[in-house]
């Protein structure tokens, strides 16, 4: 079995990919307000600052800021995914059961990254918000509903014209 190696920085930044296991699903933008919920309910019990997301129908990416001496975002993670299915069954989602007895909604792994620098963290924010125009699902970064592009646009970081149909550079991040 492969061990997975993950950097574990007490009140560390760290830059999330998490996706579904059917990449075709709509899933996540069908059941907003169930991962909403699962976002507000891990964090109420496993504080973190979400410093940025943008949720697409089968993945979303994220920013988040552990508390000092914390570096347990595997069980953040663990409680999200699993909030967010059982809000999925109790709504009569049907959802298959792998060889494990596991839900099969969820990839199992998940990408992260941990930020370095203010530089690594601004190019992180752009990629997460530029993600919808990337895949095709909006012309511009403002389109996409599901996404802390706009509160960042309220808070001046932002232009709203930012994220337009022309392409970012690519380099280092995961999906």
Do not use: C
């Not at 699993?82 to 989602?93: E, H």
Request: aromatic letters at 14%; proline letters at 6%; zero cysteines.
């Amino acid at each position: 079995m492969v061990t997975y190696r993950r950097n574990r920085l007490p009140g560390g930044t760290y830059f999330f990919t998490v996706t579904l296991r059917n990449r075709d699903a709509t899933t996540l933008t069908d059941h907003i307000d169930a991962l909403r919920q699962a976002f507000r309910s891990t964090r109420n019990k496993y504080p973190f600052t979400l410093d940025a997301v943008v949720i697409l129908p089968d993945h979303l990416h994220t920013i988040w800021t552990l508390p000092l001496k914390d570096d347990d975002y595997p069980t953040r993670w663990r409680s999200l995914k699993s909030l967010f299915v059982r809000a999925l069954k109790k709504r009569g989602i049907p959802l298959s059961r792998d060889a494990k007895g596991e839900y099969a909604l969820w990839q199992r792994r998940y990408w992260e990254h941990t930020i370095r620098d203010s530089e690594d963290l601004s190019r992180h924010m752009d990629y997460i918000h530029y993600n919808p125009v990337k895949h095709g699902l909006v012309k511009r970064a403002r389109d996409w509903p599901h996404s802390s592009f706009h509160r960042w646009v309220e808070s001046g970081v932002y232009d709203l014209d930012w994220g337009g149909p022309e392409p970012l550079e690519e380099e280092g991040y995961g999906e």
